[in-house]
């Protein structure tokens, strides 16, 4: 069987530890999995986007060799790791796979296996749904937080360094304009 891995993470994800998210973490189980099948890993793709984001380099690249028939299988380590685009999206890509005859199997989610459609499309609809509304609450989370900071009169933004500040408020300062004395009064 050739298999796909599909691995994702948010640019701005955080782990636990406060580093970054590593997309290894999910590769590593995924290729253990896939050896342990005697399942052959034909290519990897990675993405380092939202998963809303229906631009996904590796995503639209991946789905582009599902069209040529590469895969047998994709292989993700969650349902949210392949779409949060919600269910008409998510669900459309399934379709999309199964119409070019590869399946999507999940390695944390035993019931997301499309080879095995009985039970699988209800709970894939569940879970899309529910992928999505997780979007959305980080969404109103982070809105929330950073309207606390700012209701404590905490700057946010990029912070600037005092040399730069010190330049901006001499270029604010510097007078670059030579006053015409043909100008009528008052447009200064």
């Known amino acids: ?25 999910q590769l590593i189980p995924m290729r253990q999995f896939c050896q342990a099948m005697s399942w052959q ?3 990897e793709y990675i993405d380092r986007v ?9 995503f639209k690249s991946m789905m582009a060799r599902v069209r040529q028939r590469h895969f047998d299988l994709i292989l993700v380590w969650r349902l949210d790791r392949f779409s949060r685009e919600g269910i008409n999206n998510t669900l459309g890509y399934i379709n999309e796979l199964k119409a070019y005859k590869t399946a999507l199997k999940s390695i944390n989610e035993s019931w997301l296996d499309t080879s095995q459609p009985e039970v699988a499309e209800l709970l894939l609809a569940i879970m899309a749904w529910m992928a999505s509304e997780e979007r959305r609450k980080i969404s109103e989370n982070t809105k929330a937080a950073l309207a606390k900071l ?10 600037w360094h005092k040399e730069k500040a010190k330049d901006k408020r001499q270029q604010e300062n510097r007078q670059d304009f030579v006053l015409d004395p043909g100008l009528p009064t008052g447009y200064l």
């Open 50 to 58: 939202s998963g809303a984001d229906p631009n996904r380099p590796a």
């Open 150 to 159: 700012k209701a404590k009169g905490v700057k946010l933004g990029r912070p």
């Open 1 to 25: 069987m050739n298999v796909a891995l599909y691995a994702r993470v948010s640019k701005d994800e955080m782990a636990s530890d406060g580093s970054l998210q590593d997309p290894e973490n």
């Open 41 to 43: 890993i034909s290519a």
